[in-house]
């Protein structure tokens, strides 16, 4: 089946800093997402791509489809607390139904 | 527009007993999702329904089921449960069955003795 690779598996920062993670498939997706998960809650969609090469913002989030379609990557500038979470990308591949899910970046901020 | 709804929020069972989860997917949606999230495995998907009919299931045993109703929500039973059933079962509504963007509730926390 599909493998989605997403790292670093973890990450600490100091508040102000940027952020990078990203996310590799074993095959080619035509629709990434990046969620973002809370302790005890559901995954809520920060970015969806839909296109290879799109480069996509929602305020100080920045997401890429990369150009092979077997990559993405999710930047946050100048994080702040509140941005602690777990970070998880998804993906869908030509002629499939079903999302698969990378196992998440947790990440951690400083103050 | 109100988001996706999981009733119960937190459930414990005991070994042997059987559980049924409840989704109501966000207004006009059509397909619903069910995903079980460890922290072992993580996301892991169950099934996927539209219309009333399961689309697409993934690489669980039969004591996994789920149905839709005619007004989208959903329903998802585990019957026989085991120790490794304990997870937060997570809903997601989406317009279509292409899955293109799926909306999450807020799981069910289930912990089974």
């Known amino acids: 089946g599909q493998q989605l690779n997403q790292s670093p598996q973890s990450m600490f920062i100091q508040e102000g800093e940027d952020v990078s993670m990203n996310c590799t498939s074993s095959?080619?997706?035509?629709?990434w997402l990046w969620y973002k998960q809370d302790p005890g809650e559901g995954p809520v969609l920060l970015i969806a791509?839909?296109?290879?090469?799109e480069l996509t913002s929602n305020g100080r989030l920045t997401a890429q489809f990369g150009i092979t379609r077997k990559d993405s990557f999710l930047n946050i500038s100048a994080s702040i607390p509140s941005d602690v979470g777990i970070y998880f990308c998804?993906?869908?591949?030509?002629?499939?139904?079903?999302?698969?899910f990378g196992k998440g970046t947790k990440l951690s901020v400083i103050p | 527009k109100a988001g996706v709804t999981q009733t119960p929020r937190y459930l414990i069972k005991t070994r042997g007993q059987q559980v049924t989860l409840s989704c109501s997917p966000i207004?006009?949606?059509?397909?619903v999702s069910w995903y079980q999230q460890t922290p072992g495995q993580g996301l892991q998907f169950l099934f996927e329904?539209?219309?009333?009919?399961?689309?697409n299931k993934g690489n669980f045993p039969g004591r996994f089921s789920g149905r839709q109703f005619s007004n989208s929500r959903s329903e998802m039973n585990v019957s026989t449960l085991e120790l490794g059933d304990s997870a937060l079962y997570l809903c997601?509504?989406?317009?279509?069955?292409?899955?293109?963007?799926?909306?999450f509730g807020p799981g069910t926390r289930l912990l089974v003795l």
């Open positions: 997601a509504s989406s317009p279509s069955t292409q899955q293109e963007t799926q909306y």
């Open positions: 095959s080619i997706f035509n629709t």
């Open positions: 791509l839909y296109k290879a090469g």
């Open positions: 998804a993906g869908r591949g030509a002629g499939s139904y079903q999302l698969t």
């Open positions: 207004s006009g949606h059509r397909s």
């Open positions: 329904y539209f219309s009333e009919t399961q689309r």
